[in-house]
């Protein structure tokens, strides 16, 4: 079975400060792993996906994450926040790519401050 | 990337009245489609699979007969909620795959809104 946690609930963040959210995953197969965004009332969007090529992988509006599987982790980072970063953002695991389920992680509600 | 539209995005109804929530992939043909549902700052739970011309498959604890999928054709599933009662308010997600898609990843909908008065 796969599973994943997300350290902290909440995290809040001065504008232009680094942001660190963190993602452990558990999984008996090589995963897939996944961050999404979402704001309110609104769907997912993708924000970057690793698929076992580059551990570090570079996505959308300056978030990059490394995937250390030593440390089972995937956590997602930015240099440098902005207030539009604030939103919820999932990390998921597969087995597979898009064909497969993803499982999800509760969430982390991303705050920045002015 | 690719677009799925979800409708309608909000809907209210009477307990007791069905409701349904299309999912249509715009601009590739989606052979699953996954549907999840979330609570109020809640994660996503993976409610069904489908894939297309085939039965849904439930995950555990989901009732089959109240919430119906249809995956008749590859650009289009709905979720039928039966019977609705007032628990079954909550934000419901659809995503899209395609295995043959280069990216392999699946595009999430909008979401929908439901309440049950």
């Known amino acids: 079975a796969q599973s994943v946690t997300q350290l902290g609930s909440h995290v809040s963040v001065s504008e232009g400060a680094l942001v660190l959210l963190r993602c452990n995953y558990s999984s008996s197969v090589p995963p897939y792993l996944f961050w999404y965004v979402q704001y309110p009332n609104q769907g997912l969007q993708l924000l970057l996906k690793y698929t076992s090529a580059a551990t570090l992988v570079k996505g959308i509006n300056g978030f990059e994450a490394e995937f250390k599987k030593s440390e089972t982790s995937f956590h997602l980072t930015k240099p440098s926040a902005h207030m539009s970063d604030a939103a919820e953002y999932f990390c998921a695991v597969s087995h597979g790519g898009g064909s497969e389920k993803l499982v999800f992680g509760k969430g982390t509600k991303l705050t920045v401050n002015p | 990337g690719a677009v799925v539209s979800q409708h309608p995005s909000w809907v209210i109804c009477k307990s007791g009245t069905s409701v349904k929530i299309e999912c249509r992939s715009l601009?590739?043909?989606?052979?699953?489609m996954f549907w999840y549902r979330q609570f109020p700052k809640q994660s996503l739970m993976l409610m069904a699979t489908s894939n297309e011309g085939s039965k849904a498959t439930y995950e555990q604890g989901v009732e089959k007969d109240k919430f119906l999928i249809n995956h008749a054709s590859l650009t289009l599933s709905t979720l039928t909620v039966t019977s609705a009662h007032p628990e079954d308010s909550s934000f419901y997600i659809c995503?899209?795959?395609?295995?043959?898609?280069?990216?392999?990843?699946?595009?999430f909908g909008q979401g929908t809104r439901l309440t049950v008065v």
């Open positions: 601009d590739f043909q989606a052979t699953t």
């Open positions: 995503s899209a795959s395609s295995v043959d898609r280069v990216s392999n990843e699946a595009f």
